[in-house]
């Protein structure tokens, strides 16, 4: 029986890049080659580009994502899309090959845009009795009262760009003086952005995929940070420690799971997802945290 022919995407069009050229690299160190032939696939705003052991790139037909080799075309049999941010978490790669009719690991389209925006994923988690932050949603061309957030925010407080993860334009305030430079911060980056009240407690992230339609969560994971939170100097840069399995009580991993199960449902996951929680020391129930997309784990 022939390998499977994997097309492997990475690069994409925002800061998320250069973290994504790192995660090929583990991908590559990692993967069964006598199961899989990988072709790696470098998304690029000027081009995507086939990068060979020999140094040389070629060129994608977008028109059918194929790639011609001069003595043989190349049709992928499936993709694995390992591009955080966009476009690779936005759901526009997923509508794409969706309309090629390629299959492809990770969420579907629908639900890619959706987790992408973080006001959308709130608004959908909350009308689903998912426990998240206290939130307010606002747009750069609109006129900001910073008194009015006073009075309906909560200090210490979060500012994010609405689309996006990696924690990139994330700011943590606890004075009022820094909102102005945390809002210019996360508008350098989107036009709309997301202010949340910080919750106190411990951060956890799990694992969950579906098996013969049964969400099936995997060992749950804590992660502490040495920063003031999981900025990305703790995620890329060795600010961090993730314990697995987490050590929890039963009845806290338990509440985790479930949320986490209900969670892929409401937001029609597929495939292998994460979900990350903050676990209210205060109210004692796990908190959906919207920092990055669900839909890649």
């Known amino acids: 029986m022939g390998r499977t022919r994997v097309a492997y995407l990475t690069g994409g069009y925002d800061g998320e890049a250069a973290v994504n050229y790192q ?9 069964n080659e006598e199961r899989f032939e990988i072709y790696t696939i470098d998304i690029r705003t000027d081009g995507w580009y086939c990068q060979l052991d020999n140094g040389a790139s070629v060129p994608i037909n977008r028109s ?4 011609d080799m001069g003595d043989t075309v190349v ?12 476009p690779g978490e936005d759901g526009k790669l997923q509508a794409y090959f969706d309309l090629l009719k390629i299959p492809y690991t990770s969420c579907g389209a629908a639900s890619s845009i959706v987790t992408f925006n973080k006001r959308f994923a709130v608004a959908l988690a909350a009308s ?19 008194a009015d957030i006073g009075q309906r925010l909560r200090l210490p407080l979060f500012v994010k760009p609405c689309n996006g993860g ?23 980056l989107d036009s709309e952005i997301l202010l949340e009240e910080a919750i106190s407690g411990r951060e956890f992230t799990v ?4 098996h013969r339609g049964s969400a099936i969560t995997l ?21 961090s420690r993730e314990d697995t399995p987490a050590q929890v009580d039963e009845d806290i991993a338990k509440k985790l799971r479930m949320a986490a199960k209900k969670i892929y449902s409401v937001f029609d996951c597929r495939g292998v997802v994460r979900i990350d929680f903050i676990y209210s020391l ?16």
């Open 23 to 31: 995660s090929a690299k583990t991908f590559k160190a990692h993967v």
């Open 64 to 67: 059918d994502f194929t790639l």
């Open 75 to 86: 049709k992928f049999e499936v993709i694995f899309i390992g591009i955080a941010g966009t």
């Open 128 to 146: 689903n009795g998912i426990l998240v932050a206290k939130s307010l949603h606002l747009f750069k061309d609109n006129a900001i009262d910073v």
């Open 166 to 188: 990696t924690s990139i334009g994330v700011s943590k305030v606890s004075q009022w003086e820094n909102l102005q430079s945390a809002l210019a911060t996360a508008f350098a």
């Open 207 to 210: 694992g969950v995929y579906s």
């Open 219 to 239: 060992p749950i994971t804590e992660v502490i940070s040495m920063n003031e939170f999981f900025d990305f100097e703790a995620k890329y840069h060795g600010k």
């Open 282 to 297: 205060e109210q004692e129930e796990p908190f959906m945290l919207i920092d990055a997309a669900l839909t890649r784990p």
